[in-house]
Structures are given as structure tokens and as C-alpha cells.
């Protein structure tokens, strides 16, 4: 009896880990990709300014220093968590913009103007 529970245990074990397997691959492809372009009040590209990207469900920050065209780009980001988005140059800031989880685009475009 006890080796019929334990075969029963461990096929039921495995037999969960083989259902779980493809979800659990699933959320970490559903990745997106933020970018966006920082602006002056003239419309001018702002180059490197800090772009900072809070991740609000765990509150960690990630930061890019945009290009020479004032480009900046965030890869691999989850698909299920919302982030806040904004720059600073010359100690101005932009408005804070946010990337929802219900946003179901894999690259999503938020421009930011400092004024």
C-alpha cells in the first residue's frame, strides 16, 4: 500500500510540474520593449538625459542615458507589471507617463518633453 501512495505521489508530482512547465515559459517570453524620444519644450532632442523607469510592483529603477538624437530604449520588460516613465536634463523633469499591463503592444513608444 505505502509503494502504490508513493508511485501515486510522485506521478501526480510530475504530472503537475508538466502542466506548470508551459505556463511558467509562457510569462517569461511575454516580454515587451519600451523606447521613446526626450524633447525640449522646442521639440528639440535632449541628449543625454536620464531616463528613469520604475517598475511599480516591486519599485526597482532602471535608468538610460539617452542617445545623441535624445533616443532611449528599455528591452524585457514584463508584460504584466505596469511602469512609470520620465526624464530629467539640467534639473528639469518631465512628466511622469505610464506603461499599464492591459498596454498589450510588444514595443510601446512613450515620448517625454522637459520644460
Request: charged share 25%; net charge positive.
Amino acid at each position: 500500500m505505502k509503494k502504490l501512495l508513493l508511485a501515486l505521489a510522485l506521478v501526480t508530482g510530475v504530472s503537475a510540474l508538466v502542466l506548470t512547465a508551459p505556463t511558467r515559459a509562457a510569462a517569461q517570453l511575454a516580454t515587451r520593449s519600451l523606447q521613446g524620444q526626450v524633447l525640449s519644450d522646442a521639440d528639440a532632442p535632449l541628449a543625454s538625459a536620464i531616463v528613469y523607469l520604475k517598475n511599480t510592483k516591486t519599485l526597482a529603477v532602471k535608468t538610460y542615458i539617452a542617445d545623441k538624437d535624445g533616443m532611449y530604449r528599455f528591452n524585457a520588460l514584463s508584460s504584466n507589471i505596469d511602469y512609470e516613465v520620465y526624464a530629467e536634463h539640467d534639473g528639469k523633469k518631465s512628466d511622469t507617463k505610464t506603461l499599464s499591463s492591459f498596454d498589450s503592444r510588444k514595443q510601446a513608444t512613450i515620448n517625454l518633453k522637459i520644460k
